[in-house]
């Protein structure tokens, strides 16, 4: 039995296929560039930022930690291979975030098939009574 070309059932199906092969389209797109994945903990909660190459680092906004931090991560440069990536940690003051670490990493960054550590555990105090954020950043995706 063959289903008509507008039938519900062929849509179901098309539906399925869509849906169990899109996690593998998304997995090989991962991997195409490379991905800086940061895990960003402050009072015991943790989220996760993400950062893909950028041409031009200036328009990357930061995002807000806690409430009393903000964090940028900057991968900038095309391919496979990173010129140059940043990260900045801000304390979240009333007037404005103010700087307390930025770090730099250049090429070459090796490949890995697990993501390499880039950052290590880092552990950043600020503010009058030494709020503390830690974050840690992994660079995956990147090709020789």
């Known amino acids: 039995m063959t289903a008509a070309p507008d039938s519900p059932t062929l849509h179901r199906v098309g539906r399925l296929a869509l849906g169990l092969l899109a996690p593998a389209v998304c997995a090989s797109a991962l991997h195409a560039s490379p991905l800086l994945r940061c895990e960003l903990t402050y009072a015991g909660s943790t989220q996760t930022l ?3 190459p950028v041409e031009d680092p200036y328009p ?6 806690g409430g009393r931090f903000r964090f940028k ?14 990260t900045y940690a801000y304390l979240d003051t009333r007037t404005q975030p103010v700087l307390v670490q930025q ?3 250049l090429p070459p960054f090796p490949a890995s098939p697990h993501g390499q550590r880039l950052s290590g555990k880092q552990f950043v105090y600020a503010g009058p009574v030494e709020r503390e954020l830690q974050y840690e950043c992994v660079l ?3 090709q020789p």
Do not use: F, L, N, W
């Not at 990357?60 to 930690?65: F, R």
């Open 50 to 52: 993400d950062a893909t």
């Open 60 to 65: 990357v906004a930061s995002v807000e930690v």
């Open 73 to 86: 991560a900057v991968v900038v440069g095309r391919g496979a291979q990173p010129d140059y990536i940043k």
């Open 103 to 105: 770090v730099t990493y």
């Open 140 to 142: 995956h995706g990147v």
